[in-house]
């Protein structure tokens, strides 16, 4: 039942949106619209899915050629629903143990690397990044998608693997049903120029 995560939560793909941007692009980005899914697979067959539209933060392009990105995306874990109450107050509390605050409430990406993209990069590639869950660090990686308006924003779908153990999250049951130990993150957002709001899209 966790992600976490974006994770992001949760929240890693957003990050990819910066790294792309050519020399004359805008530095710095800003989610303006984000959605993060953690696709939580059974032991006995099926899945159920943990949403939220919480994702936030704002990037700076620190290395064009490969692509790096400073500043990170945070995503808040109180707000994720599954579509039953219960289940959601079991997720939130006694797995990510969101009551503990700093380090377990919100998840974090950061360090973000496109290792296969330059400048003015669109379409596929692979990224890299850090993501802080349940009060734990470790690297994160997977497939990405990068789209781009004329007027400077970035689409981004990005999904990557998460191992509940690796990040000390006790293994999730509900009504005797179990979640397997690797859950899967996607996160579709996009990132605005620094400077402009979402309400200004």
Request: glycine share 12%.
């Amino acid at each position: 039942m966790r992600t976490k995560p974006s994770g992001g939560a949760a929240a890693v793909a957003a990050l990819l949106a910066v790294g792309a941007a050519a020399a004359d692009a805008p530095s710095g980005w800003r989610i303006s619209r984000g959605d993060v899914r953690v696709t939580c697979p059974l032991t006995v067959g099926g899945s159920f899915d943990a949403r939220t539209t919480a994702l936030r933060g704002a990037l700076t392009l620190t290395s064009a050629s490969p692509a790096a990105l400073g500043g990170a995306l945070a995503v808040d874990l109180k707000t994720l629903e599954t579509g039953i109450p219960l289940r959601d107050e079991h997720l939130r509390d006694r797995y990510l143990e969101t009551g503990k605050g700093q380090g377990f409430d919100t998840a974090v990406l950061s360090d973000v690397r496109l290792p296969e993209a330059g400048p003015g990069f669109s379409g596929r590639t692979r990224f890299t990044g850090t993501l802080l869950l349940h009060g734990t660090r470790r690297p994160v990686s997977g497939p990405a998608e990068i789209r781009r308006d004329p007027d400077g924003a970035v689409h981004v779908d990005a999904t990557f693997p998460v191992v509940l153990a690796d990040y000390g999250i006790a293994a999730p049951r509900y009504l005797g049903v179990g979640v397997k130990d690797e859950v899967q993150v996607r996160t579709s957002l996009t990132a605005s120029p620094d400077g402009v709001a979402a309400a200004d899209r």
